[in-house]
């Protein structure tokens, strides 16, 4: 069975930069389209960025420029790299996987993806 398990979360300064990080394991890391997501208290959750088998990325409009999705095959791991934070990006973060290797990512939807971590917590103060 899939398992998604982030980390790298934390608090930060408003301006400030962190890393996620999405360990995967249980199934053929390579093969699948991933994404970011997050979740601010009484918000929905909504999608950061993806990142197709082939390397292609897509970005929620208000994250591009400021994050950066990746992804290390030989390591089975997802990375999110966020700078220029503000209070705003305050929210747990989740990496999530597509249901079927044969599905393209086609944008950070959260119906697209089936497949959840537990979350890693970020808060950005000003």
């Known amino acids: 069975r899939a398992q998604l398990v982030e980390s790298g979360g934390g608090s930060v300064q408003a301006g400030g930069s962190l890393r996620l990080s999405c360990a995967a394991a249980g199934y053929d890391y390579r093969n699948y389209c991933m994404g970011w997501f997050r979740q601010a208290p009484g918000n929905h959750r909504e999608g950061v960025a993806t990142?197709?088998?082939?390397?292609?990325?897509t970005y929620a409009e208000s994250m591009k420029g400021r994050f950066t999705i990746s992804r290390d095959n030989d390591k089975n791991t997802l990375y999110l790299q966020m700078s220029s934070l503000s209070p705003e990006d305050t929210a747990m973060y989740y990496c999530a996987r597509r249901a079927d290797y044969w599905l393209r990512c086609r944008g950070p939807n959260t119906y697209d993806f089936p497949y959840w971590g537990q979350g890693t917590q970020v808060t950005v103060s000003s």
């Open positions: 990142i197709d088998t082939d390397g292609s990325t």
